[in-house]
T-cell receptor, first 114, second 113 residues
Framework: GAGVSQSPSNKVTEKGKDVELRCDPI?????LYWYRQSLGQGLEFLIY????????KSGLPSDRFSAERTGGSVSTLTIQRTQQEDSAVYLCASSLVGGDNEQFFGPGTRLTVL | GDSVTQMEGPVTLSEEAFLTINCTYTATGYPSLFWYVQYPGEGLQLLLK?????DKGSNKGFEATYRKETTSFHLEKGSVQVSDSAVYFCALSDRFGNEKLTFGTGTRLTIIP
């Protein structure tokens, strides 16, 4: 079946603009994660959604970052007033919940802030 | 908080050489441990995992053993191939909280024919 998909694959924006990144998880996966991969910080957790529970936002680096998950499926990560340090690859992953279920990663969105 | 310390790279080996990539962790409780791999131009994918002490994860000739006494999960392969060239990430998840992954910094491995 289809894996995790993300769009766009690349996004170039100007400093100060808002951007939206989209993630389509694997059908039936109730857990969804956002991570960020950057040269300076490596791979870091941003936010986690699980079913109807309140999301774990503990990894969001600032209040310019927000995410939502509509209908328990598609998720959008929004970065407001982008800064150059936001440049990174944003990865989405999904999994079944419970035990130690494998997280399946999407191909990522490469964000470049000029 | 939880953390993963991973052998710094890059690592360059000749084909058929023995590979070890060191990984140690700090965590409360009893985490699950993972190795993820990112091949050139591809997404991150799970290579192997272990969920409790003394478990050995294995896949594609790679192995790693969950060592609670040394808080380690070193990745090994007896004879590497050019196709193993990739970036390898050690990671852990807290089984009793949400299952977010905490990653090491990654080790870039290049195998020379």
């Amino acid at each position: 079946g289809a894996g995790v998909s993300q769009s766009p694959s690349n996004k170039v924006t100007e400093k100060g603009k808002d951007v939206e990144l989209r993630c389509d998880p694997i059908s039936g996966h109730t857990a969804l994660y956002w991570y960020r991969q950057s040269l300076g910080q490596g791979l870091e957790f941003l936010i986690y959604f699980q079913g109807n529970s309140a999301p774990d936002k503990s990894g969001l680096p600032s209040d310019r970052f927000s995410a939502e998950r509509t209908g328990g499926s598609v998720s959008t990560l929004t970065i407001q007033r982008t800064q150059q340090e936001d440049s990174a690859v944003y990865l989405c992953a999904s999994s079944l919940v419970g035990g130690d279920n494998e997280q399946f990663f999407g191909p990522g969105t490469r964000l470049t802030v000029l | 908080g939880d953390s993963v310390t991973q052998m710094e790279g890059p690592v360059t080996l000749s084909e058929e050489a023995f590979l070890t990539i060191n990984c140690t962790y700090t965590a409360t409780g009893y985490p699950s441990l993972f190795w993820y791999v990112q091949y050139p131009g591809e997404g991150l994918q799970l290579l192997l995992k272990a969920t409790k002490a003394d478990d050995k994860g294995s896949n594609k000739g790679f192995e790693a053993t969950y060592r609670k006494e040394t808080t380690s999960f070193h990745l090994e392969k007896g004879s590497v191939q050019v196709s193993d060239s990739a970036v390898y990430f050690c990671a852990l998840s807290d089984r009793f909280g949400n299952e977010k992954l905490t990653f090491g910094t990654g080790t870039r491995l290049t195998i020379i024919p």
